[in-house]
């Protein structure tokens, strides 16, 4: 159990347009999601934590215009990357917690901005 | 500041030792510590979650401590096997803050 799907799981985009990543939990409902991102060799980066119905919560230095996160329902987590760039081509993961203390996690979404 | 640190970044052992991995956390009041491994290009797999109230976990060949006095925690991999080479990350959820704080992660390669 504990299952959580990401989707796409690569995708290359132009810059100047916006890309969708979303994130389901399959198995259970998840009251919290977490977005993260990968530099190649270094260490996950928390982003954003969001809430089923609330505005997501933004780690500081993260833009909140630019990674808009949407929490639509308690399966369902969406980062939309607006107006990419190539700076912005990185690893994304998602997580889900249906208890405090614990997360489970996708498999990752590889962004590439040409 | 709550942080987590994993010395070394990246280690080289020839096929069939045994190893341990380091991590060193800043604040004891931590409510588990857990072990990963991320293969490259994937996302995480869990290894061994430690809760605050336990010392140790085991599964297979993999054991997992946590000393909370001296703020450390290390995974121990026996006869390790190609297939062990990944990166290994720790992480601490922290009683305040309720984030999952990472280290840096250990680059493991292991030697045929």
């Known amino acids: 159990g504990a299952v959580v799907s990401q989707h796409p799981s690569w995708v290359i985009c132009k810059s100047g347009t916006s890309v969708k990543i979303e994130c389901r939990s399959l198995d259970f409902q998840a009251t919290t999601m977490f977005w993260y991102r990968q530099f190649p060799k270094q260490s996950l980066m928390l982003m954003a934590t969001?809430?089923?119905?609330?505005?997501?919560?933004?780690e500081q230095g993260v833009e909140k215009d630019k990674f808009l996160i949407n929490h639509a329902s308690l399966t369902l987590s969406t980062l939309t990357v607006t107006s990419a760039h190539p700076e912005d081509s990185s690893f994304y993961i998602c997580?889900?917690?249906?208890?405090?203390?614990?997360?489970?996690f996708g498999p990752g979404t590889r962004l590439t901005v040409t | 500041k709550q942080e987590v640190t994993q010395i070394p970044a990246a280690l080289s052992v020839p096929e069939g030792e045994n190893l341990v991995l380091n991590c060193s956390f800043t604040d004891s009041a931590i409510y588990n510590l857990q072990w990963f491994r991320q293969d490259p290009g994937k996302g995480l797999t869990s290894l061994l979650l430690i809760q605050s109230s336990q010392r140790e976990q085991t599964s297979g060949r993999l054991n997992a401590s946590l000393d909370k006095s001296s703020g450390r925690s290390t995974l121990y991999i026996a006869a390790s096997q190609p297939g062990d080479s990944a990166t290994y990350l720790c992480a601490a959820y922290y009683n305040q803050g309720g984030k999952l704080i990472f280290g840096q992660g250990t680059e493991l390669s292991v030697k045929p």
């Open positions: 969001s809430n089923e119905g609330s505005k997501a919560t933004y």
């Open positions: 997580s889900a917690s249906r208890d405090p203390y614990e997360q489970y």
